[in-house]
């Protein structure tokens, strides 16, 4: 991928990179589905000594989701709040739409519904995704209950 291999030749330039740089790389990487390069770039940045925010978070949770990584969607937005790394709408879409999409119906509640507890305000996006998650895995019970929450 064209953006990792621009980031490693401004650092072998020694060309000063930072987070905007990184970030946009990471996003690169997604649109294009390459998840594992984007993963790299993304721990990358801790050897670089480049600030992860809460934007380059959400770029390489969608990307791991789009990639069918859900786990390290979900590992991530575990770091992030272990990290104190603000997750916001964007972050927990990405997150349970990566559940929804590997079949992860547990992971996707647990995340639909920690959202309450870190003030973010759900939407239809995140709701239907862990409506969707609960139906793919057979738990009609479970989707219910998101109608009455």
């Given at each position: ?92 879409s990405s997150a349970v ?53």
């Amino acid at each position: 991928v064209r953006a990792v291999q621009l980031c490693r030749e401004m650092s072998d330039d020694r060309v000063e990179t930072d987070t905007i740089i990184y970030n946009a790389a990471v996003s690169a990487c997604e649109k294009v589905g390459a998840w594992v390069h984007a993963l790299q770039l993304f721990y990358e940045m801790t050897d670089v000594h480049v600030e992860r925010n809460t934007i380059t978070y959400n770029a390489i949770v969608s990307a791991c989701g789009k990639g069918g990584a859900w786990f390290y969607s979900v590992q991530l937005c575990r770091e992030m709040a272990a990290g104190s790394v603000e997750r916001d709408i964007v972050t927990y879409s990405s997150a349970v739409s990566a559940c929804r999409k590997g079949g992860e119906w547990v992971h996707a509640l647990e995340l639909y519904r920690e959202m309450a507890d870190s003030c973010v305000q759900r939407n239809s996006i995140v709701y239907n995704a862990a409506v969707s998650a609960c139906e793919k895995g057979g738990k009609w019970v479970q989707a219910l209950q998101l109608f009455r929450e």
